[in-house]
């Protein structure tokens, strides 16, 4: 069974950084691509950012520059990093495979932006 487990979340200014964490059970975590998603309320959830087995990486538009995603395969865990946190970051961010489980979403971290 795939279990998929989010954290990292706080509430941080605008301008300021957070580091999320993810942590995979369940698959060979060496082999897949990993992705971070978010998705604010009402809308549909989005891949920002993603990394292959032999870590080349992708982002969404909208985050280009500004978050770094990286992976760790001995402990199992994929991480962004977000830096310059702007107002319209505000989201539950999760990880999943690309593409994803669909039955294998975790409960997400919230990350939330005071300006």
């Known amino acids: 069974q795939v279990r998929l487990v989010e954290s990292g979340g706080d509430l941080v200014q605008a301008g300021g950084s957070l580091r999320l964490s993810c942590t995979a059970s369940g698959i060979v975590f060496r082999l897949a691509i990993m992705g971070w998603y978010r998705q604010a309320p009402g809308k549909q959830r989005e891949l920002v950012a993603s990394i292959t087995s032999v870590r080349s990486t992708n982002y969404a538009d909208s985050v280009k520059g500004r978050f770094t995603i990286s992976r760790d395969n001995r402990e199992n865990t994929v991480t962004l990093q977000i830096d310059r946190l702007k107002p319209e970051d505000p989201d539950v961010y999760y990880c999943?495979?690309?593409?994803?489980?669909?039955?294998?979403w975790g409960q997400g971290t919230q990350v939330t932006v005071s300006s």
């Open positions: 999943n495979l690309v593409p994803a489980l669909s039955d294998s």
